[in-house]
């Protein structure tokens, strides 16, 4: 049987994204120069951004997985964010970055900082690969940034549609036919 090659249009191409990410861990390595951060990624979105980034940062690092999801397999927030799974690691008095996908209305990051700040960290930044200014309505602040995108949904580098489309090596536009 001869399989379809799938090949959505590219917003942002691979070369593109990993020039950035060269450049965010470079940040990032100057920032918390001399010190220990812990990483936390955003399952599922960010695993692929998350551990691109981590190769670019030359500090010593400790990795953490976190898992909330908001979208259920709409295109659309549905307003609500879960916890589906927590880090394992105590973040009192640590630097912490959190890795995120993308930024849309906010809800997810917002309240993902909120349950980090109880913990007493030393401090939390966020990495956030890509940003929807359009959709914002819970203001973050996003200290690492790759890309600010138009209001379009998204998908490949680690973006799903339904469960969909994660392994893509860049990003692409989800449109009707797809
Ligand atoms: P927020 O809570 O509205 O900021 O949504 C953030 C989450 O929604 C991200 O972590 C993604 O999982 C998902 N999301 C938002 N926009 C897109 C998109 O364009 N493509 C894929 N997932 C998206």
Same mark, same amino acid.
């Given at each position: 049987?001869?399989?379809?090659?799938?090949?959505?249009?590219?917003?942002?191409?691979?070369?593109?994204?990993?020039?950035?990410?060269?450049?965010?861990?470079?940040?990032?390595?100057?920032?918390?120069? $001399?010190?220990?951060?812990?990483?936390?990624?955003?399952?599922?979105?960010?695993?692929?951004?998350?551990?691109?980034?981590?190769?670019?940062?030359?500090?010593?690092?400790?990795?953490?997985?976190?898992?909330?999801?908001?979208?259920?397999?709409?295109?659309?927030?549905?307003?609500?964010?879960?916890?589906?799974?927590?880090?394992?690691?105590?973040?009192? $008095?640590?630097?912490?970055?959190?890795?995120?996908?993308?930024?849309?209305? $906010?809800?997810?990051?917002?309240?993902?900082?909120?349950?980090?700040?109880?913990?007493?960290?030393?401090?939390?930044?966020?990495?956030?690969?890509?940003?929807?200014?359009?959709?914002?309505?819970?203001?973050?602040?996003?200290?690492?940034?790759?890309?600010?995108?138009?209001?379009?949904?998204?998908?490949?580098?680690?973006?799903?549609?339904?469960?969909?489309?994660?392994?893509?090596?860049?990003?692409?536009?989800?449109?009707? $036919?797809?």
């Amino acid at each position: 049987m001869k399989m379809e090659l799938f090949s959505p249009e590219a917003l942002i191409t691979e070369d593109e994204i990993a020039h950035r990410i060269e450049e965010l861990g470079y940040s990032i390595t100057k920032d918390f120069e $001399g010190q220990e951060l812990v990483v936390i990624c955003v399952l599922k979105g960010a695993f692929i951004f998350c551990s691109d980034l981590i190769k670019k940062i030359n500090l010593p690092i400790k990795l953490e997985f976190i898992s909330l999801s908001s979208y259920g397999d709409s295109t659309q927030s549905s307003g609500s964010v879960r916890l589906d799974m927590d880090i394992t690691a105590n973040i009192e $008095g640590k630097n912490v970055l959190i890795v995120e996908d993308i930024v849309d209305t $906010g809800l997810t990051i917002k309240t993902l900082m909120d349950i980090m700040k109880v913990r007493k960290p030393k401090n939390v930044k966020l990495a956030s690969l890509l940003y929807k200014p359009s959709k914002m309505k819970h203001s973050v602040k996003i200290d690492y940034l790759g890309f600010e995108i138009e209001d379009k949904f998204v998908i490949g580098y680690g973006l799903d549609y339904a469960g969909r489309y994660r392994e893509l090596p860049y990003i692409g536009i989800l449109n009707a $036919g797809n």
